[in-house]
């Protein structure tokens, strides 16, 4: 329109005080768009720092266990009732550990007195063995877990961090779930007549604290950490040894990795 | 509109306005928010109280022995596996005191012989090492080294020395076959003994023109097992044959 008003002037090179030419534009341009660089990031790296605020989705948990590493000492399974006030009857467990004795003649015998909290007797065996090792076990917090898919009442659920937890009010002890979990990880809790399990110690992570276990395991037997994240301990852990889960043809999709498991654990 | 009809409609209507309403009284108020369930209880769960600590915890007022403990054999395990969970003592350090395990029987737990534990794992047996001895008379707990650089080879490789105490073996001494030099004591792993590398070793002993007892069994070296190294079928810290 300024052209038309001054016909004198080419149409090619626009007048000195055009508010917009290109050259102007970018000129006075610049400046603007940093401005609103660092108007965009401040906020959101500010916003982490503040970050308080712990973000279920963000997270996906899984935990290995290197049976190779475990020396039976029981530890865990102390720490995790002492944590969880889990009741001290040697019935109720979240995670315990197991020792197995394959004998010559093929025959397998697992154990775990006490859940191998007080130790373990001398193993005593007229033929000799094969083999024999500790194996820990615990909730596997599977992907596809089928204690969930049986409770009639929604009290038992997959949180978004990946974390399988019993909502201990709404739970009605119907038992359905402790009768589907093939893991053997679920019990009815004693005083409150609700199923309770091993919880990942969710109370922990989410502040950003490791798991009961892991973190009294004196071998490092017990890795704890994201299963989608590249730089996580688990991942490390995934990406170094050899990787089984407990019944896998159950298509559970556990999330509980064991490396080193000898094909006699079930 | 019939008069049935209506009379229906009226019944289903009221049905379902009863549904509605028992349905807001009785469905909790989180339910649904996340998932199938009460999200209120992943809160509860979350706001559960942590007993355990961790060690960055202890350090804050028990550096001295953090710092020694961080640097010794022991760094790998935690304060809180032999103290128990210290968040009642942070709370009231003098009112809560964590126990201190002195008594002999809490060290085998980790340390007492088994041989469901893993290979190489420092392990002794408990009825015959110094007996009743509390461990901490010899052993610093928060910086333990053994007493004296290993005597035996059974000091570190425990298991093979019980096998081969039973077998027919029990006699060789352990550097008949293995080379061993001194600085395997301080470096194992980089000064590893040598293992008897051909069948001919074996022969020494159990090839039929051997100068050895005659109780100990031969075998004719050019027809037994040709193809194998001698130990890919015999144990020779058990040998098999009984």
């Known amino acids: ?266 | 509109m019939p008069q049935q009809i209506s009379r229906l409609l009226i019944l289903f209507t009221l049905l379902i306005l009863g549904l509605v309403v028992a349905r807001h009284y009785l469905v909790p108020k989180t339910f649904g928010r996340l998932g199938h369930y009460r999200a209120a209880a992943v809160d509860a769960i979350v706001a559960r109280n942590v007993k355990y600590v961790g060690r960055e915890a202890c350090a804050s007022c028990h550096d001295d022995i953090v710092k020694i403990h961080s640097l010794a054999r022991h760094q790998t395990v935690a304060c809180e596996a032999c103290h128990g969970p210290g968040a009642a003592h942070m709370e009231a350090p003098t009112e809560h005191k964590p126990p201190a395990p002195r008594k002999r029987g809490s060290c085998p737990l980790c340390h007492g012989y088994d041989p469901s534990r893993p290979t190489g794992f420092p392990q002794i047996d408990p009825v015959a090492h110094n007996p009743v001895k509390p461990c901490i008379t010899c052993h610093n707990p928060h910086a333990p080294e053994p007493p004296q650089v290993p005597g035996e080879c059974s000091a570190c490789h425990g298991q093979i020395a019980r096998t081969k105490a039973v077998s027919h073996h029990a006699l060789l001494p352990c550097t008949r076959c293995h080379e061993t030099s001194q600085q395997h004591k301080v470096t194992p792993r980089l000064s590893r003994p040598t293992k008897p590398r051909d069948r001919a070793f074996c022969g020494e002993c159990h090839a039929k023109d051997a100068r050895s007892p005659k109780e100990i069994p031969r075998i004719d070296m050019a027809s037994h097992g040709e193809r194998y190294a001698c130990w890919q079928c015999h144990y020779p810290h058990d040998p098999e044959l009984r």
């Open chain 1, 1 to 266: 329109m300024t052209n038309q008003a001054r016909p004198g002037i080419p149409a090619q090179s626009p007048p000195a005080d055009s508010p917009l030419d290109r050259r102007a534009f970018l000129k006075k341009g610049w400046p603007a768009t940093l401005l609103l660089l660092v108007a965009k990031v401040v906020p959101s790296a500010s916003g982490e720092t503040k970050g308080a605020e712990y973000q279920a989705s963000e997270h996906y948990y899984g935990m290995g266990i290197d049976v190779g590493k475990c020396i039976g000492c029981g530890r865990c399974a102390d720490a995790c009732k002492t944590e969880n006030d889990v009741p001290r009857q040697p019935f109720y467990f979240f995670t315990w550990i197991e020792r197995y004795v394959i004998k010559t003649d093929g025959e397998t015998v697992v154990e775990s007195p006490n859940g191998g909290i007080e130790g373990f007797p001398p193993t005593v065996t007229e033929t000799g063995f094969l083999r024999t090792f500790f194996v820990p076990k615990l909730c596997n917090h599977c992907a596809s877990p089928p204690c969930v898919q049986v409770c009639p009442v929604g009290a038992t659920f997959t949180t978004p961090d990946g974390v399988v937890l019993v909502d201990k009010d709404y739970c009605i002890g119907c038992r359905y779930c402790i009768q589907a979990c093939p893991y053997g990880a679920r019990f009815l809790h004693p005083q409150t007549h609700t199923a309770a399990k091993c919880t990942f110690c969710y109370h922990r992570v989410t502040k950003g604290l490791l798991p009961a276990c892991v973190g009294v395991c004196p071998t490092g037997a017990r890795i704890f950490g994201e299963v989608h994240l590249r730089t996580s301990p688990l991942a490390r852990f995934r990406r170094f040894n050899e990787i089984q889960v407990l019944k896998p043809h159950l298509n559970t999709e556990p999330k509980v990795y064991y490396a080193n498991l000898d094909g006699e654990v079930k």
